[in-house]
């Protein structure tokens, strides 16, 4: 496998309504349906769409979800061989209520995301033979994040760390262990301690990380772009102008289509611009999974801009 995932499996179940619910109220909802998700699941698709060999490590629970994610993840062309079935818990599932104003709130139950450990970091080695990425997200327990940084690290893979959802207790032992970390503006704030709010900012965030000891940093800061900050270089990389429908997963897409860029052997500028171009396409359609682009719509799309 060229990319290797170890992250998150989920069912969102996603009923819209005419508003939030108060305590202790029912209401009447205008529909329900179930997407896959999970953000390790969202950048293993992202990369297998864009046609290179993706594998992805993690598990889903012994029930009716789990069975239809998994079918979802390799008929999207991912190996899903190091996904464990846990029969002792549920799949993952983020519960999403969605208003008519786009107002939501969100309860996330681990389920079997949360059982991952040291027993899942010993899957690694057996397909760590030809690959060149590991991408790694926190919506698993980090000690599995750190124990599976470690063993990418030490077989020479280049290590991308999604520090997401945001979080400000990253053990220290985990930065030296990744050669490339991509927050966004909130999530960079968390990590530094103090607000990233323009390019000035993200540059002393940057600095900040690479003092902890990450080799490159690649901020993501909206509608400003992202800015690329290496030990040798820096370096600004535009949105492309797109109409947003749905800026659901736009993050992991940016992951993935980074991490197929450098498994494809593009430099870091070029894959940068790729990742971008990802992203800029996963938010003009709806949904998480369904809204990842293929090889030949990141191809048309790159060739008209």
Same mark, same amino acid.
């Given at each position: 496998?060229?990319? +290797?995932?170890?992250?998150? +499996? ?33 950048? &293993? ?17 012994? =029930? ?5 994610? #998994? ?23 983020? +519960?999403?209520?969605? =208003? ?11 389920? !079997?995301?949360?059982?991952? =450990?040291?027993?899942?970091? =010993?899957?690694?080695? &057996? ?10 997200? @926190?919506?698993? /327990? ?13 077989? %020479? ?9 945001? $979080?400000?207790?990253? /053990?220290?032992?985990?930065?030296? #262990?990744?050669?490339? +970390? ?22 002393? !965030?940057?600095?900040? @990380? ?15 772009? *992202? ?21 659901? *997963? ?14 494809? %052997? @593009?430099?870091?500028? /070029? !894959?940068? $611009?790729? !990742? ?9 359609? &709806? %949904? *998480?999974?369904?809204? #990842? ?8 799309? @790159?060739?008209?801009?």
């Amino acid at each position: 496998m060229s990319v +290797i995932v170890f992250g998150s +499996i989920n069912m969102d179940l996603v009923a819209r309504t005419p508003r939030i619910p108060v305590p202790g109220e029912t209401l009447i909802g205008h529909s329900f349906e179930t997407v896959p998700g999970g953000k390790g699941a969202n950048q &293993a698709v992202a990369v297998a769409r864009l046609e290179i060999p993706t594998a992805l490590i993690g598990r889903v629970g012994g =029930d009716a979800f789990g069975e239809t994610l #998994l079918n979802g993840l390799v008929s999207s062309g991912v190996d899903c061989q190091g996904v464990l079935i846990d029969r002792t818990t549920h799949s993952g599932v983020a +519960i999403i209520t969605v =208003d008519d104003a786009s107002e939501n709130n969100i309860v996330i139950v681990p389920g !079997a995301n949360g059982h991952v =450990d040291a027993t899942d970091v =010993d899957r690694l080695p &057996a397909i760590l033979s030809g690959a060149k990425v590991l991408l790694l997200q @926190l919506e698993v /327990p980090l000690p599995a994040v750190v124990a599976a940084a470690k063993v990418a690290k030490q077989a %020479g893979l280049t290590v991308i760390l999604d520090p997401a959802p945001a $979080r400000s207790d990253l /053990p220290d032992q985990l930065y030296p #262990l990744v050669d490339i +970390i991509t927050p966004n503006q909130v999530e960079t704030s968390q990590l530094v301690g103090f607000e990233v709010s323009d390019l000035t900012t993200a540059q002393q !965030a940057a600095q900040t @990380l690479h003092q902890r000891g990450v080799g490159t940093v690649i901020t993501k800061l909206g509608k400003a772009g *992202a800015l690329c900050m290496t030990a040798t270089e820096t370096f600004e990389i535009p949105v492309f102008p797109v109409k947003a429908v749905d800026t659901v *997963a736009a993050g992991d897409a940016f992951n993935g289509g980074l991490a197929a860029g450098l498994a494809a %052997g @593009l430099d870091l500028r /070029p !894959a940068t $611009r790729q !990742a971008a171009a990802v992203a800029a396409l996963s938010v003009t359609k &709806a %949904g *998480a999974q369904p809204s #990842l682009p293929t090889r030949s719509e990141l191809d048309d799309f @790159l060739r008209s801009v």
